[in-house]
């Protein structure tokens, strides 16, 4: 691949069906960054820096300054949701930023409102949609959602858009056969199939009309052939599934770091508690599973077992997402890990983190749709497995397994920039910093 | 460079100054596993397994079956003590395995006597050497030392000797004019230099008999300029500094993880309690000096505050060792960790790491001895930066930063075992998986 | 109530029904503490001691020196279980104690088989019970049981016999009909109501024999009228339910403390893992039930959130058992609460207790059983609210709320062991030290 | 003692030599309760309730109903500092309260200005005073205090006072000659005599001025021979000494509840980490000392482990303070306690505390003030020891050892209430409730 990166000119329009903690969290804090009031932790495209070139050359420009992103003042924001709050209200309710801060940035805030969701309770048991789309059949709410982006995008006079899926976790599903071929897919969206999911309807939609798409919820969504192959057939790229925020980049984290240095793992317990509209959705056990899956896959393909038996052979993973209000978006994970070392001598680590749900993922839909905008104005389309960085459970080509190791992943992120940037790829051997050394001597 | 490697024939002795607990519990396990009670786990040589080619290759050798090393059947260990124990007494005074375990190989064990130490109290005040040299200056005691070397090398017939520190941490010193060059280090061991530590004997002894030298202690030893001038004169492979297990271990693998994400660190507060021999010696202010700035170097290299002042400008990080008999061996680390994310929002990450200090410790003496042994028929000499990895403050060559990042430091080392054996070193781009399947679709 | 109580002479059979982790471990301590290799730690009756008058009279006699108790050297155990194995294989299987101890005891351990059981799987579905009585209905069930009573009496000329329940978690129910007299009671024994637990059979049978019972499981057992009162007409001591253990424990300890000080509880999580057997039955949401009911109720009775609904008024509470085989009997909590203080400030009490599970109660069967022998042989028939600070939802007489504060259990059944042996009550006020101080100046 | 409680007519003035974080969040938490926009949670004297007659008998009044205790309206608030700034400047520095709230009651803390302090720099190495007396000798400094409470009290118009060090922790010393009697005391206020703390030189000018006095802090301040007799022949009420908050509450909550259980307890190491003035303070080792033995001797009281060697007679007992900025007033701390139980077998409890210096100390302040001017109205004079319940380490008669167990020293403070108003002391020995029930049969 050789690349030509299109410039980021025009405005950039951020669509995301699901306009509740994150999605507000997200807006209104960009809002407070373009006000100078604060800065944009947690995201890569905002304060990441990349090395450039060998250790000694000390080039270290940031990440916005090395690849052209869209500029934060030029872009806008747009979304659907169940509920008709606007996006002031909806934060206020979310209770994850300060009510002096909201209050600051109000009038921006008022002003967004939510359109119509496309919804289905059967995919989502505890919540109650009231300001949802009524359709003759699947495929006239996509219709319909094809017509909003389209509107938003002459409105709101954009440029380019990107959709990423801010949504509440679906139930879980397979695939299945309405899932397999573009034509299933689409006679599926005609005859009301049941195995579509909302999050389907709005994937389909926006490949449809060129816009890509990011999925942060562990669904299956895009991660079908169906919409895969349309995706290719459009030039459109798209990626998922379900940021990873919390517990599961701690174990992303940690669980590398053991399997480094060959120290087993017999056990890991991992609990949560929460209290979010996200923690009250997932008490419904069938939207459990979804996220469950999710998380359990992470340390199968980091620790190998089938190539390491006599180290994580016997491991035991359990993960609990327990609903607990006091917490509010104030999520707390605690994980207890049984590993063992020389000769087999047991130790234990535990884990707590006291963290914040959306405040950790806000920045992950910025990155998203900044860095996929990005892909798509280079050409790549399809699926985008170097933002796997972003994700619990990251899609990828057929028969590939997924890298969850966050460093591999940052790696391949960082390695990808420097390819599209025509910068040499890193690999750390540096002997010739040695080599170098010898010679001048 | 291109490399060369000899086979590991013959046998390999591994030499250690400080035949205490890391030393018994490394040669006991050896023991144990060489007769099929145990596993070397913890240890990359033996267990871990490292990727080639392409990810669909499915190619996950062993690394023992990838590069030759010796073979655990063919080592033998010698070492020195300030207590004249023979190594089954210090194995059980230090209580780390169970006594079953160590009455199973008693007659091995009971075999091997600590020959007598270099030792100077004034660089560890809280141990009183009673089976130590008398030499009329330092010069006399290296050259012991030196046929201390070659008497064993004779006696258990050893084609290889490698050496590696396994003593206590001594008081802290920085370099001085004696440490500049070989000539003035020399003058020094005749004229009893204050400034020449124990530790710098025996590295100076080893590198004079040809042996390659790894330093698993904190203190400067093998890294002053003299001693790297010796060791490229002699063609000698030599590394250092403190073995990195525990706390620091955790804080080098959680951090990248921090940086990866680009979210910001406000304090980082580490506290240890550990009850054993090496906890006894840091109790003493001068000694956990030396400790605090190994362990209190690690931070800022990783999160680079210079060119990220926003995020980790204001960083406090403080380290504390404290001495708890009830604790033995299991040394337990807290670390409280205040970070903080999108729009400046706080959070908290504690960890409880309730470990093993030798149990952790041993087998990196082993793949240090292995390695380095490796590096030496290699024909790598001098400081060897890819065994940076096991280390808790990597030596490199003068004017180059050290990499603290676990996980930068494993794929260093990984590359550089693919380089000597003319592998594909990997930089997990992988655009290719995607260019293929799109080209076969 | 004025007492006199009897000698504690001759023989006293401790009767189990369930010779799992629990009652395996409390045999296996009492042989290795009479054989000199341990000691009764957790035990008040064997290493407790009593303060006696006034502070400044420094009398602090050991509970057993001060009041008639059985001695360890005159009890023989015995008891009842679903399957097979006698005392030294189940404690083998049940991985609580070292296996060296156990075979310096395998004689006496080996020689103790379980009588067959009274077992219905639809009380605990997810044991399988091979070792088990086949009767016509539940009375004659329950005679089966009375005659093991007087054949184990006899056969060990025993004096005295108690039977604390240390079998499984039964599942949840409610008091009904059949558990509201005597006569329907044992109308329903006949009539095999499905209503009547086993463990209500072993009661019954007790009773009738007029063997004192105390209750180590959350179930109903005796704590329904019928046995009530059957206890009552045979002036039998009775007591209950669920031994206070682990997270329990500690809870009932802090949470006096909190209120103590007036501090405001917002949540309180309680997780636990563990894999012994009882974890496995409580992974059976019926049999969590009881469980959970019974570490509910705690808190409310020492918040009595009614009196100070501003502190406690809305306190989630929530509890969870997670079966996580990596620990086996090393049952494990983690505790998040969330308290406020001045003018409503927020705070966190993290609470992590590594515990062992049979460990804990083992201690607390010996202690019921030689506290409900001593209530027995001082005439005090019924329920023994007075033992309280042994269980997790203690039985109290109709109408009256049961104390859960560890203290005040405390100090009731302290004040309880001095009123029957005519000793002072204490109050602490102790303003007599200073009167008497004032008076001598 | 026949009690004869007067009322509290007129207006209490609390008198604070040092106007800190705990002072202010006193004195700014009082404002905002009276204007009805907090609660003032973790105060026994405003929220608590007391249990009286039988538990049938359901009384539980507010302790405020209960006994004559000044109104909060009634209050009026002075002290002194070594700093000049406001009580608004120095709560806002302070950084305990949002500064919404602050400014919502900025008027009348800015009103409150601190008088002159007594200071000397030997005693708090770590502070700069610049807002302090200056006089002939210490008697004269005493002096100048009378002069201060004599004018504050006619200013205000207070018909009684209190006095309630709110200082830093001075440094450590012990009792000397000069301590005691009042007059080798009051020699030394003349001589200069360098034992004389400034502490006792308020706690001197208190009690000549005839108010009662309680210290905050673990220096011996009234906790002397020649004060204590003084007390005495003024009639007035002193207690001590240093707040009991963080983590020795949690000490004296726990400890308590492992020796009913008769636990053994091998270890318990103690970290804390915070970041307040207080912190700064006791980062010099002098000032830590004095903390040190005040925050060691809670553990052997309560355990006695002369009286139990097997279980706490080789316990090792240690705590460390940690000076840690980013916390600032968020004092946090994390205990590992390694107890034993049934053979020895060996556990372990973690508790991490994210807890509030001042906020859990403010209203330790107040109930002191109000309890103290209430024992002065009961006519009781010298050292209460009912009033150990809020100390650390509390002062007793001489000869006589101090209760730290929370729960008796509850007691004490509850049955010394009850008695003062005539109601019977509690016992919970409740043997009647089964009495009357077996009648009524």
Redesign the interface.
């Known amino acids: 691949?050789d690349f030509q990166v299109k410039n980021a000119d025009g405005r950039l329009g951020i669509l995301m069906p699901g306009l509740g903690a994150v999605a507000t969290?997200l807006i209104a804090?960009v809002e407070?960054?373009k006000k100078g009031?604060?800065?944009?932790?947690?995201?890569?495209t905002?304060?990441?820096?990349i090395r450039l070139g060998k250790?000694?050359d000390d080039r270290?420009p940031l990440i916005k300054e090395f690849v052209p992103l869209a500029d934060l003042e030029n872009i806008v924001f747009g979304g659907w949701d169940v509920y008709a709050d606007n996006v002031f209200e909806a934060a206020v309710n979310a209770k994850v930023?300060e009510p002096?801060?909201l209050h600051a940035i109000k009038p921006e805030l008022e002003a967004l409102k939510p359109m119509k969701a496309v919804f289905d309770k059967a995919y989502a048991r505890n919540l109650d949609g009231t300001h949802v789309k009524e359709g003759a059949d699947k495929m006239a709410l996509a219709e319909m959602l094809m017509d909003d982006i389209r509107e938003f995008k002459e409105a709101n006079n954009c440029e380019r858009l990107v959709m990423v899926w801010c949504g509440s976790t679906e139930i879980y599903t397979e695939e299945s056969e309405v899932h397999q071929s573009i034509e299933a897919f689409e006679a599926g969206l005609r005859g009301n199939d049941p195995a579509i999911a909302p999050s389907m309807i709005y994937a389909y939609a926006a490949i449809k009309m060129g816009v890509p798409f990011a999925n942060g919820a562990p669904n299956l969504t895009v991660d079908i052939p169906a919409l895969v192959e349309l995706a290719?057939e459009h030039g459109i790229a798209v990626s998922g599934k379900d940021f990873k925020t919390g517990q599961t980049?701690?174990k992303?984290?940690?669980a590398?770091?053991l399997h480094?240095?060959?120290?087993?793992v017999?056990?890991w317990?991992s609990?949560n508690?929460l209290g979010n509209r996200d923690g009250y959705v997932l008490d419904a056990p069938e939207n459990f599973k979804t996220k469950e899956v999710s998380k359990l896959s992470v340390l199968d393909e980091i620790f190998?077992p089938e190539?390491?038996p006599?180290?994580y052979g016997d491991m035991?993973h359990?993960v609990?997402i327990?609903y607990?209000?006091?917490?509010g978006d104030n999520k707390?994970s605690?994980d207890?890990i049984?590993i063992?070392?020389?000769?087999?001598?047991q130790?234990?680590?535990?884990?707590?983190?006291?963290?914040?749900d959306s405040?950790?993922a806000?920045?992950l839909v910025l990155d998203l749709a900044l860095f996929t905008d990005l892909a798509q104005r280079a050409g790549m389309s399809?699926?985008q497995?170097?933002l796997s960085?972003y994700y619990k459970s990251p899609q990828t080509?057929?028969?590939?397994?997924p890298?969850h190791d966050?460093?591999?992943?940052?790696?391949?992120l960082q390695?990808?920039l420097r390819?599209m940037m025509g910068e040499d790829?890193?690999?750390?051997?540096?002997?010739d910093?040695?080599?170098d050394?010898?010679d001048t001597?």
């Open positions: 691949m969290t804090g407070s960054i009031f604060s800065q944009p932790v947690g995201s890569l905002q304060m990441g820096r250790r000694t270290f930023l002096m801060l290719k980049l701690m992303t984290i940690l590398p770091g480094a240095r060959a120290l087993g017999k056990g317990f609990s508690i190998r190539s390491n006599e180290l035991y359990k609990r327990n607990y209000p006091p917490h707390e605690w207890n049984d063992f070392g020389w000769l087999g001598y130790m234990q680590i535990k884990i707590n983190f006291l963290c914040r405040i950790l806000a920045p399809g699926i497995e170097w960085f080509a057929e028969g590939l397994a890298e966050i460093f591999k992943q940052l790696m391949k390695n990808t390819h790829l890193i690999t750390h051997l540096g002997l910093y040695y080599q050394l010898v001597l």
